[in-house]
């Protein structure tokens, strides 16, 4: 009977022990979230309020995020972390000898991979749809609520986050289009005069809500990412019906007509659901490139004016004026960020690029083959990419590729899975089914 109760309590003291490990590795999780999507705000308070920051603080900033969810990763499972650690090291190979061609380093587009397959491999090694709701909901609630103060109370809100001086002080925008920017809003903070705002322009005014993204267009595809997540989770459909409302909000406030596209595309594609295939839609990319391309052909001008139509007539251009080792990645001119293609082209290469693509395709198909968010996302990153570079912004698509790594972990939780919240636990098979087994970490805390 001794040996039996000392047995037993060994195994509740094992049990506590990792249950608080889980915990703090999942809420540290949830920490590099936010701190993924909300870094820059914190930077500009300080750059306001506090001291001028310069190039390297975004940069450092960025380092230490990616940093801190490759030491999560060490300890969740060993052979998610060696799986991120080795492709990670191919990447770099392969830019090694891209920078080798192009005789020039520029660590840009190595980081700019490197953020989708850390945050993806995080997602995987941290599968827990609950904790993600809880972040998805409290940036949700911070975005909305920073959003309305700014456009409520402009005058405050731009004494404490001045955007111009910060976008200005850390080299993102050249000091001679200082006058572009709109009393202290970035450079599209408001709408030109001549076209006035989109969205309820009989209601708002031309000014367009950044919230805490500092730019408005980020802001607005923040809305569109939060809708799909939470009609792939939430179950309850009043609950469900006041997050999309909130998140329309936000939209409307930035005044994003792209965003307000992917936000009705979010609630489409979640209607078709059961006909949607990632082995069929893995090729949208593809058909939207050609797209750009033909129609650029047919009936594209070369003014490129700042409109929607005028962006697709510039990706598509690009296309045309690719050289021959521009399609190798042997090149060092840049194309601007609004040509998302044509950028992955020149900076990845086209080998590159297909070949990554694949890789998450057949990874997508094998393990969540009929998944909506997974299927939403590769047609939310394949529009955004006709006219921007959004996709490989850690602020801007960090917290999409972590839930689609959710989404691709073969363990999904449900509202009756008692097991959820030991996910990342060593879990010794006296303790817990198998199925927590196959997707328990190897490491202590």
């Not at 659901?273 to 893995?282: E, N, S």
């Amino acid at each position: 009977m001794f040996l039996k109760t000392k047995s037993v309590t060994l195994q509740q003291s094992w049990y506590d022990t990792n249950r608080r490990g889980a915990l703090l590795r999942q809420q540290a999780v949830a920490i590099v979230l936010i701190a993924a999507v909300a870094f820059n705000f914190g930077l500009c308070f300080i750059n306001t309020n506090i001291h001028q920051v310069n190039a390297a603080a975004p940069m450092a900033a960025e380092g230490a995020i990616i940093l801190s969810a490759l030491i999560l990763l060490m300890y969740g499972p060993a052979a998610l972390f060696a799986r991120a650690t080795g492709l990670l090291a191919c990447l770099l190979l392969y830019f090694i000898l891209l920078y080798v061609g192009r005789l020039a380093l520029d660590p840009k587009p190595f980081r700019d991979l490197a953020i989708p397959i850390v945050f993806v491999v995080l997602g995987v090694a941290y599968p827990n749809p609950r904790v993600l709701n809880r972040t998805f909901a409290i940036l949700t609630l911070f975005v909305l609520a920073v959003g309305i103060w700014e456009y409520s109370f402009l005058d405050s809100y731009l004494k404490w986050f001045n955007i111009a001086r910060y976008f200005l002080d850390k080299g993102a925008t050249d000091a001679s289009l200082a006058d572009m920017f709109s009393d202290g809003l970035s450079i599209n903070g408001a709408r030109p005069l001549s076209q006035g705002r989109e969205l309820l322009p009989w209601l708002l005014t031309g000014h367009r809500s950044s919230s805490i993204f500092l730019e408005p267009v980020t802001a607005g595809n923040f809305g569109a990412i939060a809708a799909a997540w939470f009609l792939h989770h939430e179950r309850r459909v009043v609950v469900k019906c006041l997050w999309l409302a909130a998140c329309a909000t936000i939209i409307i406030l930035a005044d994003g007509r792209f965003g307000l596209l992917l936000y009705i595309l979010a609630i489409v594609t979640y209607l078709g659901r059961r006909y949607l295939r990632v082995r069929i839609v893995a090729f949208t990319p593809v058909l939207v490139a050609v797209f750009l391309l033909v129609r650029y052909l047919l009936v594209g001008e070369n003014t490129f004016p700042n409109t929607f139509a005028g962006r697709l007539d510039y990706a598509g251009h690009l296309f045309t004026k690719i050289g021959l080792l521009d399609w190798f990645g042997v090149t060092t001119v840049r194309p601007l960020y609004d040509a998302g293609y044509a950028y992955a082209v020149t900076q990845f290469g086209l080998l590159g690029t297909v070949v990554l693509w694949v890789l998450f395709a057949a990874v997508a198909v094998s393990r969540s083959n009929r998944n909506y968010f997974i299927n939403y996302s590769i047609i939310y990153f394949s529009l955004a990419l006709m006219t921007s570079g959004s996709v490989y912004s850690i602020k801007a698509s960090s917290l999409m590729w972590f839930a689609i790594g959710t989404a691709l972990s073969s363990r999904r939780t449900t509202a009756t899975d008692t097991n959820s919240q030991w996910t990342g636990v060593t879990i010794p098979p006296f303790l817990t089914s198998q199925v927590a087994m196959e997707g328990a970490a190897r490491r202590p805390f």
